[in-house]
């Protein structure tokens, strides 16, 4: 399997989000994209694609996509993740290892500003198409994206 890089513009993504701070688990992140989950069902909304982000040191962000408007007391917490020039990957984490793939995109994007192609390197975030524990499908086509400027 090959793994390319590439420069693209991301859409802007409206997400329902949590955000928490503390040690990274596996089972934390999963408790909280349901606990998000079940509360985009009970408002009524579809959801989209689910984002997991860090933008700080041992700061996590949960957030799934929302398609519709949350009305005023349902209790999620909306936000826009604006729409940015991005580094992006796409893999199948059965194939080939994160730890592998992080460490390419940041090599590969430190040099993109050693050639001055970039200027920065902003947050990473990862972008899944579904419930990446449920759908198999979502789980393969798992997206990798540093914001650059």
């Given at each position: ?55 700080s040191l041992r700061s996590y962000v949960v957030g799934i996509e929302l398609h519709g408007t949350p009305r005023r007391g349902s209790g999620l917490r ?72």
């Amino acid at each position: 399997m090959t793994v390319d890089f590439r420069f693209r513009r991301s859409p802007a993504i409206r997400i329902a989000w949590h955000r928490w701070k503390g040690a990274w688990t596996d089972a934390r992140v999963r408790a909280e994209f349901g606990r998000l989950e079940r509360s985009v069902r009970a408002a009524g909304l579809r959801s989209g694609r689910w984002v997991f982000l860090e933008p700080s040191l041992r700061s996590y962000v949960v957030g799934i996509e929302l398609h519709g408007t949350p009305r005023r007391g349902s209790g999620l917490r909306v936000r826009t993740l604006p729409a940015a020039r991005v580094a992006s990957v796409e893999f199948d984490p059965e194939v080939v290892s994160p730890r592998v793939v992080y460490h390419g995109l940041t090599d590969w994007l430190r040099w993109r500003r050693k050639d001055r192609t970039i200027r920065s390197i902003g947050m990473y975030r990862e972008i899944y198409r579904g419930n990446p524990w449920k759908d198999p499908k979502a789980w393969s086509r798992t997206e990798v994206q540093a914001v650059v400027r």
